[in-house]
RNA sequence: GGUGGUGUAGCCAAGUGGUCUAAGGCAAUGGAUUGCAAAUCCAUCAUUCGGCGGUUCGAAUCCGCCCACCACCUCCA
């Protein structure tokens, strides 16, 4: 399938630096993800990290290799800091709320939770969100259930993972038959993230309180498994009814699927530390083998309008948002969004603007037309095209180095603005590439848009008598009326076309 | 305080010792086209790479110092 695999190298953080990545010989690439926590609608700053892995995972299928690829739904409620509240409690208290409220309206959304006091039903409710957003941008992954594992279905597996600990004496059991892990019997504690163990005394950032570190035999040690029957989700077992530390879900579910050792993991910045590092501490500890991931790769977080996106600064927007115009004030096409957030390096902070997300929607639209010009001039012509194609191996060159999309589309839009004498050659090479890319990853071919009452044609039809008229004023009117509705309205020879604007 | 990362035109950004008086995209400007626009096509658009020093025949690229921004050290993609 591949003539031309080019050479990958990929950041890693374990090792923070470049290094050459090798498709393993004779079984799939596996990838595994941290996935989202399902007590809210998953935000775009989520989207910008689970769209980088799937980036990967596209990229590497384009380069003809088997991909594997894992992500969690974290389905567990974590306290919370200052109230001791569970996530879960409180999303229950809001979805309970907006029930009252919405019955009260008479306005009962679809889907809605039948019984907000049960945390299940509340985390169902969310994934189903997750998956359906994710789908809309096009996540490969999003179609596999069977790779995205939830953690209330594997706590039986942390039980046993927890026990292996014991047993090797990597964790140990404190007051109250708490189980922590015992971070002083892995000397590799830290290498991920920098913070060697003397650097992590207690307090140092000023946010731990003394409360937490009772009971610990150092400062760093984490929870395994909490007896605490108070929680609102709990599990009976023999080291007491009560639930999981939060970093031992990941390290099981990638073993379970996976297997002990990985090629990639995946997750934001944030997670560097502690969780991974957790991760790593665990899974090492319990497989003995002298890796857990071969690469680690992090995603930067992103900023909206040059600050912190936070609920606060009304800057805060899940992809329903967007897609639905509470940035731009109209539709937004989701290869447009999915543009958007994969088009800057993962490594750099991105910063997501409604500029941004306009020349997102140019770029887009300069590529879908693209395609379907070809698609128009080839006709029933086909032709067969390999990675050795000059735009195909250039493209995915440069994804190889680092994922370095602005080489990748420095390459991709000079070739596709020269000539195309073999429009069934340029459009065999385009799938290729868009393979990667996903510019239009909800295409549906009935191309049922909803106009919502909304006539475009009959107003082009108007411009075009109007036009053989020479009714100026009457064609102005029917244009501005277009494009005041999001149409851009353009004259080709066979008269008058509205085009619905991407963003 | 500790740790990791980033800083190139109006915006997004490639480039890691000479081919860089620095790719590509968007925007902008001029022209062709148009009833006027839009779309399209052609042209123009950083002697300069956060600042200051240093190494070198030669630096955006290497070294030192400084400045700014982001993240983590609590849950967070």
């Avoid at 290869?335 to 306009?358: D, I, P, W």
Wanted: net charge negative; proline share 5%.
């Amino acid at each position: 399938m591949t003539t031309a695999a080019p050479s990958i190298q990929f950041y890693n953080s374990l090792s923070h630096g470049l290094e050459p990545f090798a498709l393993p010989a004779d079984r799939p690439v596996t990838i595994y993800s941290c996935g989202p926590t399902v007590y809210d609608y998953a935000h775009i700053g989520n989207f910008r990290s689970f769209l980088f892995a799937d980036l990967i995972r596209r990229f590497l299928e384009a380069t003809g290799a088997e991909v594997r690829h894992v992500m969690n739904i974290t389905d567990v409620g974590h306290m919370t800091e200052d109230t001791g509240e569970d996530k879960m409690a409180q999303a229950a208290k809001k979805l309970a709320e907006k029930k009252k409220a919405d019955k009260k309206s008479g306005t009962v959304e679809e889907g809605q939770v039948e019984d907000p006091s049960d945390p299940y039903q509340i985390a169902r409710f969310y994934e189903d969100a997750f998956l359906q957003d994710a789908l809309t941008l096009g996540m490969r992954l999003a179609n596999e259930p069977e790779n995205i594992p939830r953690a209330t279905e594997n706590v039986e597996g942390m039980l046993a993972m927890i026990h292996e600990l014991l047993a090797s004496g990597h964790a140990y059991k404190s007051e109250g038959g708490v189980i922590y892990y015992s971070v002083e019997s892995f000397p590799e504690y830290g290498k991920l993230s920098g913070n060697t163990l003397d650097q992590l005394v207690a307090g140092q950032g000023g946010r731990v309180s003394e409360d937490e570190i009772a009971g610990k035999r150092h400062p760093a040690d984490f929870l395994l498994w909490k007896p605490d029957t108070s929680h609102i989700m709990k599990w009976d077992s023999d080291l007491g009814t009560g639930y999981p530390g939060w970093h031992i879900e990941c390290s099981v579910m990638a073993r379970r699927l996976l297997g002990d050792t990985i090629d990639i993991h995946t997750g934001g910045e944030d997670l560097i530390f502690p969780h991974h590092e957790c991760e790593i501490a665990q899974t090492r500890g319990a497989t003995g083998e002298d890796r857990f991931a071969s690469f680690w790769m992090h995603a930067r977080f992103l900023m909206v309008e040059g600050a912190k996106m936070s609920k606060s600064k009304g800057n805060f927007y899940t992809v329903r948002d967007v897609l639905g115009g509470k940035v731009t004030g109209r539709d937004v096409h989701p290869g447009v969004l999915r543009y958007e957030l994969t088009k800057s390096h993962y490594r750099a902070n991105m910063n997501f603007t409604v500029k941004g997300l306009q020349d997102s929607a140019a770029a887009v639209r300069k590529l879908i037309e693209f395609k379907a010009r070809l698609k128009a001039e080839a006709g029933d012509a086909t032709a067969e095209v390999d990675n050795s194609h000059p735009a195909v191996s250039g493209f995915l060159a440069a994804l190889g180095d680092d994922l370095n999309m602005s080489g990748a589309l420095g390459v991709l839009f000079p070739w596709v603005g020269g000539s195309h004498p073999d429009p069934a050659e340029s459009l065999a090479a385009f799938e290729i590439i868009d393979s990667v890319l996903c510019t239009d990853p909800s295409a549906d071919p009935a191309d049922g848009e909803s106009t919502g009452g909304f006539d475009p044609t009959a107003l082009c039809k108007q411009i075009d008598e109007a036009r053989a008229a020479k009714d100026w004023p009457a064609a102005d009117a029917a244009r501005d009326e277009l494009k005041a509705a999001g149409y851009e309205v353009r004259n080709d020879p066979s008269g008058t076309v509205a085009v619905k604007e991407l963003a």
